[in-house]
Nanobody, 122 residues
Framework: QVQLVESGGGLVQVGGSLRLSCTAS???????MGWFRRAPGKEREFVAS????????DYSDRAKGRFTISRDNAKNTVFLQMNSLNADDTAVYYC????????????????WGQGTQVTVSS
């Protein structure tokens, strides 16, 4: 069992930055981690993932070049640094844990956090 708790969401202006954190209980180093988001009226979508060791990362086209995923296994925490935010990034952001190897599909992930709201205003 893995429990995930996100934090760091909030209100930010267009062009600003936010850093999301997700702290896990359980055997964190056995799980690849991902960030997903659900914008109002849309389906949840993949944002970024990182492998168990923190070396291999993957990003959606919309996140690439602006967002950075990282993890600190000593602190059981995964981060999502988001820069150059725009209104389209407004969404509830979820972290998720996938046993052993990374993935980009929602159904592949085993555990989910409750989500944290990010609102980008102009």
């Amino acid at each position: 069992q893995v429990q995930l708790v996100e934090s760091g969401g909030g209100l930010v202006q267009v062009g600003g930055s936010l850093r999301l954190s997700c702290t896990a209980s359980g055997a964190f180093n056995l799980y690849a981690m991902g960030w997903f988001r659900r914008a109002p009226g849309k389906e949840r979508e993949f944002v970024a993932s990182v492998d168990r060791g923190g070396w291999a990362t993957d990003y959606s086209d919309r996140a690439k070049g602006r967002f950075t995923i990282s993890r600190d296994n000593a602190k059981n925490t995964v981060f999502l640094q988001m820069n150059s935010l725009n209104a389209d990034d407004t969404a509830v952001y979820y972290c998720a844990a996938k046993y052993w190897i990374t993935g980009t599909l929602e159904y592949e992930y085993d555990y989910w956090g409750q989500g944290t709201q990010v609102t980008v205003s102009s």
